[in-house]
């Protein structure tokens, strides 16, 4: 044997041994104590859907550790606790970008269990951040409870009590407002119609000495371009949009879609469309439809009479019967115009809120995007990944790579083939934590028995 050859062998065996050792090394040291095994990743390249075939997604925590090959997780730890999707899809959790988060005591009439059956039924769908959008006395401790494990639900981000017209009577309760609900540690500030102009801008103001987010509505005075100015961090239902152009009772032009979609840009704003509850919202539903929605037996019966009784007793100043057809046909063109231009919709449903189910909403309002003219993928999207860009610099969620919060749903059918597939959940895991089919399902049952 020649020198060169002799050393050509000798360096290709200290390769395939150091190969060996690195294996060893990724089967056997892992720092994880949970692993969801035999699984098929949804990943995204920009807004396109990919699967990623025969992964591990390995937990320590409440985070992903790692996602590896099958072929690198076949001899784990006797104490890494396994899961097996079962060749299975594995999609980020959903945010729900616009939720109404119960209070934690008593709401009215409704029973003392009420804020932990709606929690819970968020999570049953594979809901598993929720950015609350109406504060209540004692909300922010269910936000503390659910951080230290100690009440079951979504992560929570909370907005203070609005900010309207009944609540803000001067420029000086406007800022001391702002100031108040910063120090509570309310997470945002909830915007409603009823602000002045100069109330406003106090708000906005001072938000912006403080780095709060402010966001929801465009109050009439305040008009979008000015809220866009001031920096309202998102626009929730499309608010104020048709209002600046003129369009809520005629159709929109092309022109008219032209300026909303690069006024949305100029100012980089997200935008919560909430199609579904704003088309229910305006009456654009029929209500023998809604009412039969197999969801609702999940809620307590007076909200259920409540939700079922609102066409004929309207309670909603936005009812708008005669023209809600032609406004919902301009909102859905608006939502695709601002999709192809490529702005920041991040989705919500606006729940528990008229016929929209805590966590069933989700698929409602899929197929209202959908009927828009949304790609399948891009919804997902900007259910995960949207959500989590805008919550970078609190927290890093929304997709399923390492580092990231252990927050996805495993589903027995592709997500990206039907939307169908997120109706057949075999789990959830939750700041990784596993809420397994069989102990989604005895909740569920248990819920809807307590509601009947």
Known sequence: ????????????????????????????????????????????????????????????????????????????????????????????????????????????QLPKRYADDMLFLYLANGVTTVRGMLGYPHQLQLKRDIEAGERTGPTLYLAGPSFNGNTVESVEQATSRVIEQRQQGWDLLKIHPGLTLQEYRALAETAREHNMDFAGHVPKDVGLEVALQEGQRTIDHMDGYLEYVDAIDRPITEQELQEL????????????????????????????????????????????????????QPSMGYFNQDN????????????????????????????????????????????????????????????????????????????ISKGQRADFMVLKNNPLQSADALKTIQGVMARGEWLAKQEIDRKLEEIRAAYQ
């Open 324 to 399: 809600a057809i032609v406004q919902q046909d301009n909102r859905q063109q608006l939502l695709k115009a601002l999709h192809d231009a490529g702005a920041k919709i991040i989705f919500g449903t606006d729940a528990p809120q008229l016929f929209s189910v805590p966590g069933f909403s989700i698929h409602h309002e899929i197929r209202k995007m959908r009927e828009a003219g949304i790609p399948l993928a891009d919804i997902y999207y900007y259910a995960t990944a949207a959500a989590g860009n805008y919550f970078e610099d609190n927290d890093q969620f929304g997709q």
């Open 261 to 312: 979609v690069d006024l949305t840009l100029e100012y980089d704003v997200g935008v919560v469309p909430t199609q579904a509850l704003w088309s229910t919202l305006i009456g654009a539903e029929d209500p023998e439809s809604l009412a039969k929605y197999p969801e609702l037996d999940l809620v307590p019966e007076s909200v259920r009479d409540g939700w079922v009784n609102y066409y004929q």
């Open 1 to 108: 044997m020649s020198p060169g050859r002799g050393l050509f062998i000798f360096l290709m065996a200290a390769l395939v041994s150091a190969c060996q050792q690195a294996q060893t090394s990724t089967t056997t040291d892992v720092d994880a104590d949970m692993a969801v095994i035999n699984a098929n990743i949804v990943t995204f390249n920009g807004r396109e859907g990919q699967l990623l075939s025969q992964r591990a997604v390995l937990i320590k925590d409440d985070e992903i550790s790692q996602v590896v090959p099958m072929a690198l997780a076949e001899n784990l730890p006797e104490s890494v606790r396994l899961v097996d999707a079962n060749d299975g899809y594995v999609l980020a959790g959903f945010t729900e970008m616009h939720g109404h988060v119960p209070p934690a005591t008593d709401f009215g």
